[in-house]
């Protein structure tokens, strides 16, 4: 199976095959979405309670995952784009004060998704092995959507950006927030399902299968790559 057949839908089940896209370097951009260190840190496990525990060890495939694929094969996408000419950009969640009064609604309210992430300090800041170089843009959002918490949109028009190639986490929040609001925007969206991540394994896949083939294609940084010519 192929990504023209994989992740299918029951609203595509039937669809012909879509076309290989036809990939301009100078008009496509990596996108790498809410890497950042806040995500990938870990207490001792032995130091926790029970039920702190329990949390823990449910939590611990999205950690594998994230060290063993979604990272390094994010990190080699990044190596291989800059070496092509493609624009690498990145986003982050983060907060322009101390006490995130400048957050949006759904980072105030009760429960997992209530961040505070003031953006000078180290857990807001995007893991150091996808680190952006230095002229590369970063923009910050307290918002799931990137495109609609910032000014990605105008600065990919000003780039002359047609296809924004999607990695990052988490697949079924802010990734799929992002895409749905690049393919509103008539942008070609491209996901990488390799070099994304959910809170589970079953959140991932489903989540892909709802949005692949209307908002974006989803393939593996692989396919991408042989499509691109970056292999």
Known sequence: MTWKTAYRSIYYADAPEPETPVLNPAETAILVIDVQNTYLARPDRDMLAPAAQAAYDAWTPFHQRMHDQVIPRTA???AKA????IECLFARIACQTKDGRDRSLSQKLPGWNNLLLPKDEQPSQIVPALAPLADEIVVTKTTDSALTGTNLRLI???LGIKTVVCT???TDQ???STVRSLADESFAVIVLEDCCAAGSDELHHKELEVINMIYCHVMSSAEF?????LS
């Open 156 to 158: 990919l028009h000003n």
């Open 168 to 170: 990052g986490i988490f």
């Open 82 to 85: 800059r070496a092509a000419g």
């Open 76 to 78: 080699a996408l990044l």
């Open 174 to 176: 802010c990734v799929s």
């Open 225 to 229: 790559a042989e499509i691109a010519g």
